[in-house]
């Protein structure tokens, strides 16, 4: 049926509000008027432009594509060798935000985030009164610190961030970070607080919150054997991510002989060596190379310094 566009009524006063937040937030993307200081600590939240146009009776909302940056992130993970990161940007597998939080003349402002069941991956840029202050006296050698949860609990997150980028106009940063093992729910929340940036101190604080990318568990329940008896280990489920896969496993060990340990090696079916660490007694977390379908764990018995023993290797099919 048609619609007679002149007839609608229009909450004219939100509509020109919108117009003048959307001119307000690209002036100060475009630099093209002086910045203003903004309250201490505010946090706003700007999707992909929008702004709705009022003219000859009708509404105008231009589109723009969400995903327009992820080359550019990509190579801000890329140029850190964060594989993950870099991965999961070709495939387009990263959330693109625009959460922006201003202190001390600085603006802060977190342009991707990912989560992919154990790791946390968070891409930003800095802008306005930086400095060229990175490492030395001036400030941290990364160019920048943060804390978690108001620094109640940053125990169980490890992870890896690079060193601030200087780029025209600013600076641009990245970090991933390890998700603790006992968490599995769909939907992270982070809150987070950078608190030194390019040699300004300040408080920059987000509450970051990210969907898990897919991923699956499957059982494996299976168990090897040392020849001397002593070391029995039951590979017993895997979580599988998009860039990396944890497996949970128990172990019996008798220890009779001081100084016997085990370790683990690990390879993809074409006899790739793949990356992996211990995040606990009883788990491996591996970091998977794209396309792998299936992966060879082998646990290894070290008797003493000169002997070892290969145990029986387990195959898991990641399909």
Known sequence: ???????????????????????????LVEKKTKRKKMTKRMTYFTSAAAAMLLASGFIFIPVSNVLAQVPLIGGIYEKYQMSIGEQLAEEQLLTETSLIANDQDVQVEITSVFYDAAYVGITFKATGA?????????????????????????????????????????????????????FTENVISLPITFTHMA????????????????????????????????????????????????????????QAFEGQTYTFEAYSMDGKKISFNHISDSTLLL?????????????????????????KPVIIDLN
């Open 287 to 311: 970091e998977l190379p794209r396309d792998t379908t299936s992966i060879k764990v082998v646990p290894v018995l070290k008797i003493s310094s000169a002997e070892t023993e290969q145990l």
């Open 1 to 27: 049926m048609h619609k007679d566009l002149h007839n609608i009524e229009v909450p004219k006063e939100e509509v020109f509000q919108a117009i003048r937040l959307g001119i307000e937030q690209a002036q």
């Open 199 to 254: 040699g300004i101190r300040g408080e920059w604080s987000f509450d970051l919150a990210a969907e898990k990318l897919p991923s699956k568990q499957q059982l494996i329940n299976q168990q090897v054997i040392s020849q001397n008896k002593e070391l029995n280990i039951t590979f017993e489920d895997i979580r599988i991510g998009q860039t990396n896969a944890t497996i949970s496993y128990s172990v019996n060990f008798a």
């Open 130 to 182: 930086v400095k060229n202050t990175i490492g030395g006296n001036q400030g941290p050698e990364a160019g920048f610190t943060y804390e978690m949860f108001d620094g109640k609990d940053v125990s169980t997150w490890g992870g890896s961030l690079g060193a601030l980028t200087k780029t025209e106009g600013g600076y641009t940063g990245a970090l991933i970070l390890d998700v603790p093992s006992d």
